[in-house]
């Protein structure tokens, strides 16, 4: 099961905040259209977003953009890890890019959507889980095996 975005037809919040840094966002994604404009896949507060910016990239984001690599159709795990100048933002279980993020604070989840309709996610989003912690190297392959097992994503060697 996935929950289906149409960009600003759908945009969707959920009443569970997230934490102030450090945390880690997962979400397990496809998209169904690049679109060229800004995509908000979730939103983790006033900041801390992972998404699609309009050089249709992936992206992790709280204040200054780790940019992930080309944007796909095909179903992808993204794990941001929002910690300022140690974030990471890692791609179907590889490291992609780390860094500066910038600073970012909790506050309430937002799904397929950012600040206003036109940074709707046009996609399917299967899983989403938010973590008060970074979790470990052990940890991170174990989330990375789970989640590729059940929604059939493909992980780097």
Not at 13 to 38: E, H, N, Q, Y
Not at 127 to 141: G, S
Request: proline share 5%.
């Amino acid at each position: 099961p996935a929950l289906q975005f149409y960009g600003a037809n759908h945009i969707k919040s959920a009443a569970i905040s997230a934490p102030s840094p450090p945390w880690t966002t997962i979400v397990v994604f496809r998209c169904t259209a690049i679109t060229g404009v800004l995509q908000r896949i979730t939103r983790g507060g006033p900041l801390g977003l992972i998404g699609i910016i309009p050089d249709n990239n992936f992206y992790v984001y709280a204040g200054v953009n780790l940019v992930i690599g080309a944007a796909d159709t095909k179903t992808h795990i993204i794990m941001g890890v929002f910690n300022g100048a140690s974030s990471e933002a890692w791609l179907d279980g590889v490291l992609k890019a780390s860094g500066d993020a910038g600073i970012s604070t909790g506050g309430i989840l937002g799904i397929g959507a950012g600040d206003g309709p036109i940074q709707g996610f046009w996609g399917f989003e299967s899983a989403l889980i938010n973590l008060n912690y970074i979790p470990t190297a052990q940890e991170r392959v174990c989330i990375n095996r789970y989640l590729s097992r059940r929604y059939g994503v493909a992980l780097a060697a």
